[in-house]
């Protein structure tokens, strides 16, 4: 019962970082339409941004955290501008491609300048647990998890309070309307593609302590959040934090309890997801 | 006639493929003719992936048919023969081809693509944990025919990209080729037009992973070796997607250009610049997007919408 439990915490701590890279991910499906593979690549960014900082100018990772929000946000800016507006009208085949292309190049890059190994940022806290009863909490998910359900919730109001928050969820509705009510949907993507890339940024500062840094970090959390959003649902930024939880209790739940879940985990992800998809693909049909 | 040009230049490719051991390559024959044979490969996977895209699936799951063939075929040759054992390898890869279709073809856009890779890695996880795969550390292929003909693997590595071609030209050429662009530029009209698009997306799916199998038996028989690592990997798919895209999407000529030049290249950067020529992969994929988007076939001028 315990062993459960404890499996089950770990599973919701899991979950709070899923949930903030698939959100971006589905900020940038669901507002500017696009299906970028290269999302996690800014979360790999972010991660080794949190380690160059960490290694050479002992920056607490806490402090990389806006930093690293700032450096993605630019990015993700530039991106959008240099790569993804000129393929705004073009077949969604041709974008998916692009930012596969993105995706290579930056995975590869980062190949060649840092090598495969994984390298860890061990700030002095890394290690702390905190005791709960019976159960174990690492200070370090804990913090993570806490730090992005906040955020989650900042981008929240954000959405429901702002202008251009409200903007934004308007030309995610309707890529028309909005345009007539003096809306400029180009700065509406600028925007949403930034703060994708930035939440995807913060996300790699967290995993960088949590995990590691590595060149090939960033596609496998692509993958995740891709299966997050299609178990959610397009467009639908409220169902990511539920299905977060769910695939993130799924790979608890194996790597606990099968026999050498350790290779196992990938697959359940996808597993989940493949059944999501087809569960989908019958209900319409 | 459309494409009489194109028709003569894909001859004349497949015709210079099969005269290249022939030809007095000097010292560096040995070199050339695995290249080769890598171009002729990749092309047919290339060719294969892209006649499912005819119908607007972006499929990942050509490293698992690619797989599902190498793995087949390696698992069956010591007991059957080489021949025998392609064809069975490639059949395996059609059956996983029916059973992600017949499940998924609903799907549109991403969702199809995201199917298509999820059942690419669930597969390879199994093939990582079944007993008789030798999971992590791999499974040892006999060469075709016994090793007693050097040129073997070149030349079924042709005969695949014969084949290839050959299933390209028809589908491009037939009625059939209607019924996938219009299941491809819009599939609720095609419907109304009286087009079977789930049956159009099936048979487009089943013939790729048919293509694609073999392909997957044939690399197996000339690397002797397998790993789940190598064989199913996402970098087949992207491979397979990348060349049509360079070449000319839709067209037979298109990925047999990009093939040759982009195998060729890719040989070349690996032995100049070592890893990272996959760098040079990206940047191109994201370049001919955006300034060559009918890749290189446009520039020849003939395009069909």
Known sequence: ?285 | MRGFGHLTLILLCLLFFALLPYLPLGIWRDFLLDVGFFVLLFTALALSWDLVARTGQLSLAHGAFFGLGAYGAGLLAPQVGTLPALFLGALGAGAGALVLGWITLRLHGLYFAMASLAFSEVLRTIALKLPFTGGPIGLPVPPPFGGSWPLAAYYLSFSVLFLATALSLWAERSPFRLAQAATRQSEAVARVLGVQVVRVKLWSLLLGSLVAGLAGGVYGMKTLFLSPYDAFSLGRAVEALVIPIFGGLYTTLGPLMGGVVLVSLEHALRLWIKEGYLVVYGAILILVILFLPRGLVGILGRRRG
């Open chain 1, 1 to 285: 019962m315990e062993l459960l439990l404890q499996t089950l915490l770990n599973g919701l701590l899991l979950s709070g970082v899923y949930a903030l890279v698939a959100t971006g991910l589905a900020l940038s499906l669901g507002v500017v339409g696009i299906v970028n593979f290269a999302h996690g690549e800014f979360l790999m960014m972010g991660a080794f941004l949190s380690y160059l900082l960490f290694a050479f100018r002992g920056l607490d990772p806490l402090l990389s955290l806006g930093l690293a929000f700032l450096a993605a946000f630019l990015v993700g800016g530039l991106t959008y501008q240099g790569l993804i507006r000129p393929v705004l009208k073009a077949p969604e085949l041709n974008q998916m491609l692009l930012t596969f292309g993105l995706a290579i190049l930056l995975q590869n890059l980062a190949l060649l300048l840092f090598g495969a190994d994984t390298r860890v940022v061990a700030p002095p806290y890394q290690a702390t647990t905190l005791a709960l009863g019976p159960f174990f909490l690492g200070a370090v998910p804990l913090g993570a998890f806490l730090l992005s359900l906040a955020t989650l919730l900042l981008l929240q109001v954000f959405l429901s309070r702002s202008r251009l928050g409200l903007a934004m969820r308007a030309v995610a509705q309707n890529r028309q309307a909005p345009g007539l009510l003096g809306i400029e949907a180009e700065r509406v993507y600028l925007l949403a593609f930034g703060l994708a890339a930035a939440l995807a940024g913060v996300a790699g500062v967290m995993l960088s302590v949590m995990l590691y840094a590595s060149p090939t970090v960033g596609f496998a959390f692509t993958l995740k959040s891709f299966a997050i959003v299609a178990l959610a649902g397009l467009g639908n930024l409220k169902g990511v934090v539920p299905a977060a939880f769910v695939l993130a209790l799924a790979e608890a739940l194996v790597s606990t309890y099968l026999p050498g879940g350790g290779g196992l985990v990938e697959a359940v992800f996808f597993l989940v997801l493949f059944l999501a998809l087809v569960g989908r693909a019958w209900r319409e049909a």
